[in-house]
């Protein structure tokens, strides 16, 4: 047994306290605008403002993330040599709050711009930001390997995480509609919601960090941090149970985020109403304040495995739903909607917290350090927040359907409407079937739950 093993389990189950949970959960709220209004608004921003055309737009978006790939495991070395070295990850996380510059920088693109001049602004932008984002997520991720808490602690620390970040999606995913004008959204509207979302974001990843530091000195830190590197990438891309988690989640976050990036389609063009974007994003994001709580309970009861199982079919099934469209009733499809939103808070609750036993398990074993880890499972995040609205934009692509500009209504061909629909329901669900599949070869859980 290694030392760790041979602790107290006080030491190991030692409950945190909730002043220092609050301030580490502080800096999800800003970190939940970059992860929500330019999944929500930028594939729209690019094709109904910019006039880019959807393949176009998709591709925008889906490059930058490439690049996170290699950044994000990179990041997690560097992560891991800071924590080696000083003890702690502070600089990389001061280094991410310049995130909101980038943010705001995303959606102020020149009035000259349209077409593909405008798509590489966005996507220059795209990529400063990613990099900016990946050096403070995966330092705060990070953060719950890093301390000596076991198998249910880490569950609560990233309950409060997940309903702060579950307000900060919620938020900005009402703002951000509502700052850029709503239906007569133009440049202006979009570059003025920019900059009010920035100062908010800068705000709340200070506290975060604040709240780290002091997070970090009311629990024992855990010694195994290791020294990163691609020998260390290469462990963890050789850890099983890392490997089917990982591809698992790279399902689940590529399907929520093509539902992201569909529901300004979906309320204009099949249920003819723009307004309801904001109605539809309450629906998705709002039942996590409520419910995360009740999946922290389920999650105790039955494991993390099983709960997050349960959490996929139940969006699997919602998004069958909002395959009907129109002739189910807005009353029906909105329900639909909260259903996927009770879903997914235990998709954000539960995955997140069953990394840290990966790499608590991996440690145990001589594996290697927290940031390797966790810079993986960020770039697989990137990856879904890319490939989402990819797959959105290749529907729309294959509908048919015709890109504009600020103020225009063009007529949209049948097989476009279909394409909003079916991709906003059918495409989501099949996405998730998947995920569950993959998800079921994860069996570290049982052992986890075990020893905690």
Wanted: hydrophobic share 55%; charged share 10%; glycine share 12%.
């Amino acid at each position: 047994m290694t030392g760790l093993d041979r602790r107290p389990a006080a030491a190991i189950d030692a409950t945190l306290p909730r002043g220092p949970l609050a301030g580490f959960a502080a800096g999800s709220l800003g970190m939940g605008v970059w992860v929500t209004v330019p999944g929500l608004l930028l594939l729209y921003f690019l094709t109904d403002v910019l006039a880019v055309g959807p393949w176009l737009a998709g591709l925008a978006l889906l490059l930058p993330k490439i690049a996170d790939v290699l950044l994000h495991p990179w990041v997690g070395h560097r992560a891991d040599v800071e924590q080696t070295r000083r003890g702690d990850r502070r600089r990389l996380l001061l280094l991410g709050c310049a995130l909101p510059v980038a943010f705001a920088a995303l959606f102020a693109v020149p009035g000259g711009l349209t077409g593909a001049p405008a798509a590489a602004w966005v996507a220059v932008f795209f990529i400063a930001g990613n990099l900016l984002f990946a050096a403070y997520q995966v330092p705060y991720l990070s953060t719950p390997a890093d301390l000596r808490i076991g198998y249910h602690e880490r569950t609560r620390l990233m309950a409060f995480r997940m309903v702060v970040l579950t307000l900060g999606i919620l938020v900005s995913g009402l703002l951000a509609p509502l700052l850029t004008g709503g239906d007569a959204a133009t440049r202006g509207g979009y570059q003025r919601m920019g900059v009010v979302l920035a100062v908010g974001m800068l705000v709340a990843m200070l506290v975060g960090v604040a709240g780290i530091a002091r997070l970090r000195g009311s629990a024992p830190a855990s010694s195994a941090s290791g020294h990163g590197g691609w020998r260390a990438l290469r462990r963890a891309l050789r850890d099983r149970q890392f490997r089917w988690l990982v591809a698992a989640y790279l399902a689940m976050s590529t399907t929520t985020h093509l539902v992201l990036a569909g529901v300004p389609y979906y309320a204009e063009y099949e249920l003819r109403a723009p307004g309801l974007t904001t109605v539809l994003v309450a629906a998705f994001v709002a039942p996590a304040l409520l419910v995360t709580p009740a999946w922290l309970v389920v999650a105790r009861r039955v494991g993390k495995q099983r709960a997050l199982l349960g959490a996929q079919g139940a969006f699997a099934l919602g998004s069958l739903v909002l395959a009907v469209g129109r002739p189910a009733g807005l009353a029906v499809l909105v329900a639909a909607v909260a259903v996927l939103g009770v879903a997914f808070a235990g998709m954000q609750l539960l995955p997140f917290s069953m990394l840290p036993d990966v790499i608590r398990a991996a440690s145990n074993a001589g594996g290697t350090g927290a940031g390797t880890y966790t810079g993986v499972w960020t770039a697989t995040e990137a990856t879904g927040a890319a490939l989402g609205p990819y797959a959105y934009a290749l529907c729309l692509t294959v509908g048919g359907f015709v890109a504009s500009t600020a103020g225009e209504s063009p007529v949209q061909p049948d097989a476009a409407l279909a394409a909003v629909r079916y991709g906003f329901g059918l495409l989501p669900a099949v996405a998730m079937l998947a995920a569950l599949l993959l998800q079921r070869r994860y069996t570290l859980d049982a052992t986890a739950r075990a020893a905690s």
